[in-house]
């Protein structure tokens, strides 16, 4: 089977720098997808990791180590508009589509 | 260029009643992946479909739920005989041709379900 796990909530004021960690169990592994959702709306595309190594994206980074089977994504010089749900999505065993997990709440004071 | 469009945003239904959820993928994308999200839940996979084809519905109900991709048209979701815990968020995602479900999924706003 395939389980995921990630921290429920975290919370962070602006300006500070954050990591969401995920590890991961899965058969066949591929890579894995990190997805952003405010307020139950549509997901959105963050990043993508096929290698084990740190892929910078603007402020958000997401770093893979196929060994340990775990993840994580850090988001530095947070804003308030970072206060959303992440998720960590590694493939299912048959490649086909992207399993989610319960995801991790981020909230971000002032 | 459109993003993925879900019709409708908002949809009640009685118990029993039929639900019918229309996802439009993006111009160009043949890929087509339906989600269902319960309150404080991830995102559940269900389906993929890619034209007038299925290929894994290892999420889908057993019973009651259905799902096509035809030729022309939107992807359709389709629930029979809805019953409570049918109520949720069905996200539709779709992706290009070529491009399998590791590389960027673009999701539609959803269709928020609710049976009374």
């Known amino acids: 089977g395939q389980s995921l796990e990630q921290p429920s909530e975290v919370t962070a004021v602006e300006g500070a720098i954050v990591q969401i960690n995920c590890t991961y169990q899965t058969s066949g592994f591929y890579g894995l997808s990190w997805y952003q959702q405010h307020d139950g709306g549509a997901p959105t595309f963050l990043s993508y990791n096929a290698l084990d190594g740190l892929e910078e994206t603007g402020r958000f980074s997401s770093f893979l180590s196929r060994s340990d089977s775990y993840g994580y994504l850090l988001l530095q010089e947070l804003q308030m508009k970072d206060s959303a749900s992440y998720f960590c999505a590694p493939l299912n065993q048959a490649g086909t589509a992207l399993i989610f997990g319960k995801g991790t709440t981020l909230s971000v004071s002032s | 260029n459109a993003g993925v469009m879900q019709n409708p945003r908002h949809l009640v239904r009685r118990r029993g009643q039929e639900a019918r959820l229309r996802c439009s993928p993006m111009k160009g994308h043949s890929h087509v992946y339906w989600y269902r999200q319960l309150p404080e839940e991830g995102l559940k996979f269900m389906v993929y479909?890619?034209?007038?084809?299925?290929?894994?519905e290892s999420g889908m109900p057993k019973e009651r739920f259905s799902a096509e991709f035809p030729k022309e048209g939107p992807s359709i979701l389709r629930i029979q005989q809805v019953v409570r815990g049918d109520s949720a968020a069905y996200f539709c995602a779709s992706s290009p041709p070529g491009q399998g479900p590791d590389w960027e999924l673009f999701f539609g706003e959803g269709s928020r379900l609710t049976v009374l």
């Open positions: 479909l890619q034209k007038e084809n299925i290929i894994d």
